[in-house]
């Protein structure tokens, strides 16, 4: 299955988007000494010994607070807590146990998640290391020193927090069903989709957008198969943004996609495609995920016989970087070629799973290679000595060349294109790693 997911939480200004940033590795989220700044929530990945995860930073939480930022903020952390799969409980060394800490550790006891309890802005291990020890009071756990200023203590946070991951055998990942999440922006007709799969209104519908708050998984069976279907609140640009609690589902559909197998991204056929259409489906994309673009609405259209050619062109230039994804044209409201969902499904999953033989393989670079010499600087040529696939869900290739600073990325996508040529792929981003090697070492 996906990535775990991992939530940052704490009451206000104890470091949580500093700590954020140093695990990330990337200057994400704003950092300022006032409580409040966080107030959205920010994910990034973290690989830790052999575990990768999903982590999220999330605003303060006040559990007493009356204002009406304060409460959103901790409206949008319970989310992130109901979310995730492990809980990092930062609290702040230099300020000491206050009655805050111990309310934030009762409503994260309730949540019923694992927590991993963090003492923030120990900068002297022998000067603060003493002062963690008045943590134990909270009774959750060991507490983990760390200072997220100066990167110190996080192999032992990071140790206890894959600690709580469930390994999962091969096998057991192979008798999974698969997961569909099915995303776009609010009321495109998600939920729709899943009640004319279902034959039964299993999902809440409504004109008003954003009332799908939270993911719901449904199993729907489909002849002798059975898939999961994960039907998320839609995501809006945050200048349209009306209502706070519509900013709480960002993270839902974001973990989502981390979870899921496929991605089926609904686009409105009556409002055509769209920028935020685009940045859903990146998000897909980055996370290398199986994606089918579903035109829903599409019962509402006037149409000639250049109509959906129309809409397919459009569609193709917003989204250029997923062209290998399915564009079906749908009616949740009519029933009209909703089969085509299964098809398209099928048809992901088994290019996702596919593997080319090292030999076929290198064949096919080989007359790639032949067609278009590689890339040269200063007088050095590009050489590639080999290829061969070590992984699926996305199918990943590792190419062995002389120097991996002449592999320009036009190259890579031109490889691309000769794979999927002959074996289509359709459906599923491909993956190239690109390693040095030696001559002599061929």
Known sequence: MGKKVVAIVGRPNVGK?????????????????TPGVTRDRIYGDVTWLNSKFTLIDTGGIEPKSDDKMLVYMRE???????????????????????DADHEVADLLRRSGKDIVLC???????????????????????DPIPVSAANNLGFGDLLDEVVKYFDEESPEEEDNELPRIAIVGKPNVGKSSIINRLLGENRVIVSDVAGTTRDAIDTIVRNGEKEYVFVDTAGLRRHAKIKEDIE??????????????????VVIDASEGITEQDAKIAGIAHDAGKGIIIAVNKWDAIEKNDKTIYEHQDKIREVLSFIRYADIIFISAKTGQRMQNIFTAIEEVIDSQNRRIQTGVLNQIITEAVALQAPPTDKGKRLKIFY??????KPPTFVVFVNDKELMHFSYVRYLENKLREVFLFKGTSLKFIIREREQDEK
């Open 247 to 264: 900013r709480y589902s960002i993270i839902r559909t974001v973990t989502s996609v981390e979870k899921a197998d496929i991605v089926i």
């Open 17 to 33: 988007s500093s700590l954020f940033n140093s695990l990330v590795g990337e200057r994400i989220s704003i950092v300022q000494d």
């Open 76 to 98: 949008q952390a319970m989310i992130a807590i109901d979310t995730a799969d492990v809980i990092i409980f930062v609290t702040d060394v230099r300020e000491g146990l206050v």
């Open 387 to 392: 290829a061969t696939q070590v992984n699926v």
């Open 119 to 141: 003492v923030n802005k120990v900068d002297s291990f022998e000067k603060f290391l003493n002062a963690t020890y008045e943590f134990y009071n909270l009774g959750i756990g």
